[in-house]
Each structure stands twice: as structure tokens, then as C-alpha cells.
């Protein structure tokens, strides 16, 4: 693919059928599950993500020196798969991941009687892995407010462990759906667990060899719903969604109704049309973080004014995705900004700003950037620099964007 992508503005109606990639969360989720399992799981539908592949390919391997490239879920599964191990075994990633803190984990992980160093920085990868001894303690006790990865890789390996584990959660839990999803899924395969106020314990038990089918993935989906929100008129069927959702970005259906989205599901599919939007919404993303840059950009254009919460992880994903967001959004004229601590505040484009050149967004390396700024082409050209970034999540994005009647060039 070029450097670069021109997306021609669209003034038709969107109408068409999107086969959705499936969800890299469940996916990546079941692929450790099934391995915790003895591979003995069927797992239909799993997603054609790049970090899915990685997965994938990772847990058959085995090489000595793991390298999990760009995948922040990866890096984190694959340590806790790790650190059970009865080999010696390294992991590392991109200079960018290796940025990116992993000590909350190893060092729970070393609590329960893993032995992991670092290889480089105290805290970031890379790693080294020696063989597990012996189960040290079955209780943990880890901030709620840090990555749900960390819990999710945790939960995963509860059941493997001779002693089983308790992990209690100070203070405020964050993405909660996604720590509901890993659970969701255990169950699935034959894992009981209780989740209790601060506190979630998983005996010591065995994974059972039962089958089961990827659902479509919702983070994907939420660029549909800006591209709907953004358009003239719209009619889009996106196929394989649950109304009852495993995935906490399934929010998107509820926060884009304010935004001019409304969702009408069906057996396995929702069908999305326009509808009145709001003038201003608060919005806690906390819960669903991967949906704010999609939000951010559509409530831009939108005219729609926001005041959000809960957007701390996004400083520590792929880049600094509220930085990254300010910077691209002001390019519409828009503004984002933190006005205290912890609080942010989009005010949208002005009513009466004219564009009249092509728009271009920079990807900062990061699939969501890409994706979320793309929908810009319902308002006027845009050009898209690092247009590649889509594989790490959804490999047919532009194909898809294609089929919807989108005039993408090469540039």
C-alpha cells in the first residue's frame, strides 16, 4: 500500500451490507484459552487482525525469543502465558511497545511465584522469562484503574494454577466490560468464577474442549457509525453483532444515538439509519476507551460538544492518542482539551467553517487514528498518511470503504 491515501468526498447515500471483521479481543482471549486448554477448543470466525495472526502464531510457537511487534494485548497475554512456563523464553516488541509499562503484571506475576527480569528498562519490555517453580501465594491485590489486559492475563492462567487466585481491586474499576468478557468467556469453555464487589476468585480447575464462534467486532463497527452519522443519508447492515455483547465497545450503539445514529438489531446484524443528534453529551469512557477517537472526530463534525471522562489509558496506547487527537482535530477547526485533570472537553468545528482543500491526518503509527479520521470523507477529500496501520485491527477497512461507494486513490 502507498504512503498515502486520498479519500474523495462522498455525496451519495450510503447503502450496503458490511461483513465485519470478527473481535481481536475475544479472539486473542480464546486463542490463550484454548492453549491453557491443551488446544483442544474449536474456535470458528477468529479474527484475520494482524495481532490476532501474532497470537496465534506466538502460542505455537517454540523459539526461545518471542517478539509480539505492535500488539499491546499480546504482550500482555503472552507474559502471563509465559511466566507459567517450564522453559527459559524472552518477549519483546516495537521500540514503541517497549515504551509502554508492563511492571503492575510482571511483578504480580513474580508475587505468584514467576521469576521475570528485565532485559532493558525496569517496568517495559523486553523480557526474560526462567521456568516457574511453584505457586507462591493464590491472592493479589492490583490498582482497578490499570489496564483490564492485565487482569484479563491473570484471570486466563487463575484456573492452571495448583492453589488457584483471588485479585482484589483497589479503588475504581476501569474497563470492567472487558474483565466481564474474559470471565464470559472462561465460563464459556467450563470455568467457574465469582466476581464480588473488589474481588474475583477462580479455583484451581480444568478448561473444558467446547466450541465456540467469534462474534464481530465492535470496535469496527464504530467507524460505521460515524461514516453514518457523517453521510447524507444512510442505510448500513453490519452482520455478525449481538445485542447482548461479551464486548464493552457495543457502547457505541447508546453513545452514537446522541449523535445521530440510530440501531436496529436483528438476528446477528444491526441495521443503522440517521436520526436527530444532541447539542452536548457527557460521556465516561472508561469502560470503553478504544471508542473515544471515534467519537471525538465524529462529534467534531457533528457540531455536537462534549465533556468526557475516563480517557487516562489513552495517553499509554499506540501514541498518545488525546495529543494525537487535539493535533488532527484542530485541522477541522475543532478543539480538544483538557481543562482539569482527568476532565476533557471537545468543542466541535464552527457552524460556519468552510473547507475547501483536502483535509490530510497524520495515523501516528495507530490503527484507530486511521480509522477514526477516514469517516472526515463524508464532509470533504481527505488524504490519509500510514493508511497500512488498518492491519493491526481490521485488514479490510478500506475494501470495505470501497464496497460503501468510496472513491479511494492511491497517492
Known amino acids: 500500500m502507498s504512503d498515502a491515501l486520498f479519500l474523495a468526498k462522498h455525496q451519495a447515500k450510503l447503502s450496503l451490507t458490511v461483513p465485519l471483521t470478527s473481535s481481536k479481543s475475544e479472539s486473542n482471549r480464546a486463542l490463550l484459552i484454548q492453549k491453557l486448554g491443551g488446544n483442544q477448543a474449536s474456535l470458528d470466525n477468529l479474527s484475520t487482525a494482524r495481532d490476532t495472526v501474532t497470537m496465534k502464531r506466538l502460542l505455537s510457537s517454540d523459539d526461545e525469543k518471542l517478539d509480539v511487534l505492535d500488539a499491546g494485548t499480546v504482550m500482555r497475554f503472552m507474559t502471563a502465558y509465559l511466566a507459567m512456563g517450564s522453559t527459559q523464553r524472552q518477549i519483546t516488541g516495537t521500540p514503541r511497545m517497549c515504551k509502554r509499562p508492563i ?5 504480580a506475576l513474580n508475587d505468584l511465584g514467576a521469576n521475570i527480569s528485565y532485559l532493558g528498562e525496569e517496568g517495559y ?12 501465594t493464590n491472592s493479589l491485590t492490583i490498582p482497578g484503574n490499570i489496564s483490564s489486559q492485565y487482569i484479563s492475563a491473570l484471570l486466563m492462567i ?10 482484589h481491586l483497589e479503588g475504581e474499576i476501569y474497563s470492567r466490560p472487558y474483565i466481564e468478557m474474559t470471565l464470559n468467556l472462561m465460563k464459556h469453555f467450563g470455568i467457574d468464577s465469582q466476581f464480588e464487589e473488589q474481588s474475583i476468585t477462580v479455583a484451581s480447575q480444568n478448561y473444558q474442549a467446547n466450541s465456540y464462534t467469534i462474534e464481530s467486532d465492535w470496535s469496527g463497527a464504530s467507524y460505521w457509525y460515524s461514516l453514518v452519522s457523517m453521510a447524507s443519508e444512510a442505510e448500513v447492515t453490519l452482520t455478525g453483532l449481538r445485542e447482548k455483547s461479551n464486548q464493552g465497545d457495543s457502547a457505541i450503539a447508546q453513545i452514537m444515538e446522541g449523535i445521530g445514529v440510530k440501531s436496529v438489531f436483528t438476528d446477528n446484524a444491526v441495521t443503522l439509519t440517521k436520526c436527530d443528534h444532541k447539542a452536548h453529551m457527557v460521556i465516561d469512557f472508561k469502560s470503553c476507551p ?3 477517537q471515534t467519537v471525538f472526530v465524529c462529534a467534531a463534525v457533528k457540531g455536537v460538544s462534549l465533556e468526557m471522562t475516563g480517557l487516562e489509558s489513552l495517553r499509554i496506547k499506540e501514541t498518545d ?6 493535533t488532527e482535530l484542530a485541522k477541522l477547526g475543532a478543539k480538544l482539551e483538557e481543562t482539569k485533570p482527568g476532565t476533557w472537553v471537545l468543542t466541535p468545528m464552527p457552524k460556519n467553517h468552510v473547507i475547501t482543500a483536502p483535509v490530510t491526518f497524520d495515523s501516528y503509527d495507530d490503527h484507530r487514528m486511521a480509522m477514526a479520521l477516514a469517516p472526515v470523507s463524508m464532509l470533504c477529500d481527505v488524504v490519509i498518511n500510514e493508511p497500512e496501520v488498518v492491519v493491526k485491527s481490521y485488514p479490510e477497512y478500506w475494501d470495505h470503504l470501497k464496497m460503501a461507494g468510496i472513491q479511494i486513490t492511491e497517492k
Open 158 to 167: 487463575a484456573p492452571t494454577l495448583p492453589e488457584g487466585l483471588t485479585i
Open 125 to 136: 519490555p523486553p523480557l526474560q522469562f526462567e521456568p516457574f517453580q511453584s505457586q507462591k
Open 321 to 326: 492518542r488525546t495529543a494525537a487527537m487535539a
Open 103 to 107: 511492571k503492575i503484571l510482571a511483578e
Open 290 to 292: 478504544d471508542l473515544a
